[in-house]
């Protein structure tokens, strides 16, 4: 995945404020080995030998002397594996004492008004059965318990995602190839957005045939080396994505377009985008990119690998709403701080699922004059330089309407005239084909049925 900057996409004024590193975590000592037993001084030797008994036992034979041998290398390994357990123990008590210091110096900066802790995000591989969830009304939702008033019905709460991230040689879909894909099967409660069981993990690496570009390796850390007779496994991919309902990517304008064209049946698929389809600035964040979450919610990880960004994308999204209106702390992502206990099982996700049942419209200024690209550029309108055209895209059908009037007057003028309209459903979101499209009217023809004019099959 690529950034959305790298693609012209971003929305950030500015980069979120930087965090100071944190200071190293000081060295763990190391067990030291037993000390031999020291040698006896030759004086010491000759009195010892000289007080033995008149009566001694006779000098051992070789086969005494060997046999004592072998005990002394016996003894002598046992002492050497018992020192080396001994070690390895203290070098385990030791990193737990550290880690255990390190995680209270954390809290205790944590704790204090001017300073924001980094934690390493700890994937989640596991979600557990579902869990009894109170709603503010007092309805429950639990394992064994029926669907809330007014909630799908039992046999229609689950929906599977497939999240999903790439790391490609470049940022043109018909030009440069897809040499990391990674995959997060998850199953999730599609009215609360909550995970439950198993994360099903895929991460594979292809060789694109070609040198990569140096700007790839510095940002991927991938290397020529590391992709040579790298392949993809098709059957593991294909097996992943059977009965997906939704493909889950942070720039699916991005990410789609290339796995589809190196797995045609991606297109068949219905696709989110975390990035364009939630509000992240409605939820306190003043930026959308991946990495701006994960620090705003208190985790730092290996950007721009793709399992790694995956998992971030899931933590992201899992995390509850009101904590994204709270500080980056560990006491914010406790469910004591939250609102209500309701709140604590509305996410991200729950959002995603409810935009991507939506159907949404791109709208194009179609004629538009000359003079009005200022006022459609603050308008939140692009370029399409494929079409020659400015063109925006709405989430509703009322949202539509209003853009249709503010169109006719501040664009047109009140001229009677048409434009492009296509309803994209997530089947067709962020895939290169245009959805079903009519011409509507604006200024002076509206209140004119006009047939629509067709779109890709």
Known sequence: MHSPQQLGLGFDPADPSPVPPAAPAPARPRAQPKAAPPALAPAAAAAAASSRPVDAAPEPTATHRATASNASGANASANASSTNADASNADASNADASNADCAAWADRLDAHPDYRVLRRLVPRLDFGPPTVLATAGGAAWGAEASAPPGGPAPDDRWRTLLVLDTETTGLEA?????????????????TTGQPVGAVQVYDGLEDPGQPLPAAIV?????????????RLDDERVAELMRGVDLVVAHNAAFDRPFVERR???????AWACSW???????????SAKLEALAAAAGWFYDAHRAEADCHALLAVLTRPL???????????LSPATLQTPAEAATNSLALLLEQAARTQYRLQATGAPFEAKDALKARGYRWDGGQRVWATVLRTEDALTEELAWLADAVYGGRATRVRVEALDARLR??????DAEMRPVGGLQGFHLAPTGGAG
């Open 174 to 190: 018909g030009r440069d190839r897809v040499i990391e894909l990674a995959l997060l099967r998850v199953t999730v409660d599609r």
């Open 430 to 435: 962020y895939a290169q084909r245009p959805g």
């Open 322 to 332: 009101a904590a994204w209106r709270k500080p980056a702390s560990a006491a914010a």
């Open 276 to 286: 364009a389809d939630l509000n992240w600035k409605a939820q306190g964040q003043g």
């Open 218 to 230: 510095e940002i991927t850390g991938l290397t020529d080396d590391q992709l040579r007779g790298q």
């Open 263 to 269: 797995y045609p049946a991606f297109a068949e698929l």
